[in-house]
């Protein structure tokens, strides 16, 4: 078979836990992309966003994934749109020790991570990432972009919108819409939707 080489978009420490799952799903890594100013060869770094076009015309990866963490969020799709623009390929990753459902689907770009369960039904966008130990019970739909931490309990029939953030452990309950770019902090226990470009504190909303 031959070598899958992916490059990632990032280089600090969710970078490396990307990588550390493309790994184990049989791919090797080409190489990091740091953000413009980032020191090329510092830790497997091969150029910054800037780069990307050289470092398609170079032809030394097959595909690539962003992976740059909570910190950045709203640079997400902006990454993710140039790796369209480039026409790169970009594969979803899924941890072998995940459980997901035969009749889930997972997007382009997205990153499940060790131990997640994904129900029966379940949709999850392009770029998303469900981090270790999470569970996406059936029927929900996690938006493009959407970052689910570690331990968060998303429970049946959820709509998780484009760009959301569940912090680590949070629990949503069954029916509930997380809007687009919402925040939910960690620890929560989500009862009510929670209102697009808002943060959820408490059992209320925020602008």
């Known amino acids: 078979m031959a070598e899958r ?9 969710h970078a490396r836990a990307v ?6 799903c049989g791919w ?11 020191p090329v060869a510092a830790k497997g770094v091969v150029g910054s966003d800037d780069d990307l076009p050289r470092l398609v ?6 595909g690539a994934v962003v992976g740059v963490g909570n910190a950045a969020l709203a640079r997400r799709p902006t990454l993710f749109a140039r790796l369209r623009d480039l026409r790169i390929v970009t594969p979803s990753l899924v941890h072998p020790t995940a459980a997901v459902s035969s009749s889930a689907r997972i997007g382009a770009g997205s990153v499940v991570f060790p131990q997640v369960a994904v129900g029966a039904e379940v949709v999850v966008g392009e770029d998303a990432v469900l981090y270790s130990g999470t569970v996406v019970e059936h029927d929900c739909r996690i938006g493009d972009h959407a970052y689910l931490a570690p331990g968060v309990i998303v429970c049946g029939n959820v709509r998780v919108e484009t760009g959301a953030f569940l912090g680590a452990g949070a629990i949503v309950v069954p029916g509930v819409v997380i809007g687009k770019e919402a925040s939910v902090p960690a620890g929560a226990r989500v009862a009510a939707d929670v209102a697009a470009r808002t943060k959820f504190v408490a059992g209320k909303e925020h602008r």
């Not at 990588?19 to 184990?24: E, K, N, Q, R, T």
């Not at 080409?30 to 980032?38: H, S």
């Not at 015309?57 to 097959?62: H, M, Q, V």
Request: charged fraction near 15%.
């Open 19 to 24: 990588a550390d799952v493309a790994l184990a």
């Open 5 to 13: 080489r992916l490059l990632v978009l990032g280089a600090g420490a």
């Open 57 to 62: 015309a170079s032809r030394k990866f097959d």
């Open 28 to 38: 090797t890594i080409a190489g990091f992309v740091g953000a413009p100013g980032t």
